[in-house]
């Protein structure tokens, strides 16, 4: 297994295991079918991390991409110290250190990037996700109560963050 940045020429793989993870899990943001992501919106959107000073990691196996992370940096000068994070994982490999290398090389860009705190949102329910993150530095900084509607049901989700010792910005 490696952990990259994604490239450009890595789109279409890239949306494949997308809309395979949307089959897979409820915990992700799109249901199954709802994405209609194109290549090139894809290609773009990489093209766009990868200038933005943001995060697009892949997890590769072989030649499949089976996981993957973003950290959108703040655009304006007052939230660039942060980033939001979605990571997703395919289910026949989760268990299996690809969320732990993820988050390693995303602490690595942080304190290259001068960012000092990390965000995300996840679905109370998915106790993995949150233990992973508690063990990567996370804390629950509170609750968004009927956040999201999954089959019918609202469901409650965590705000997390990591942050990191403050840095000197200009």
């Not at 089959?23 to 079918?33: A, H, L, N, S």
């Not at 499949?64 to 992370?69: A, D, M, N, Q, T």
């Amino acid at each position: 297994m490696v952990i990259r940045k994604m490239e450009v020429s890595d789109a279409g793989r890239f949306l494949d295991m997308l809309r395979k993870l949307d089959t897979e899990t409820k915990f992700m943001m799109y249901e199954p079918g709802e994405r209609k992501t194109t290549l090139g919106e894809m290609q773009d959107r990489i093209k766009s991390f990868n200038e933005e000073n943001s995060l697009l990691l892949a997890a590769v196996v072989g030649e499949e991409i089976v996981g993957f992370l973003t950290a959108e940096r703040g655009f304006a000068n007052r939230v660039k110290h942060s980033a939001y994070i979605v990571a997703g994982i395919l289910s026949g490999h989760q268990g299996k250190g690809i969320g732990k290398s993820l988050f390693a090389a995303l602490d690595k860009w942080a304190e290259s990037s001068g960012i000092t705190r990390l965000e995300l949102t996840v679905m109370k329910h998915n106790e993995s996700a949150v233990s992973l993150y508690k063990k990567m530095g996370f804390v629950i900084e509170g609750e968004k109560p009927n956040s999201l509607i999954v089959d019918g049901q609202y469901i409650d989700e965590y705000y997390m963050a990591k942050l990191f010792s403050e840095r000197n910005h200009e």
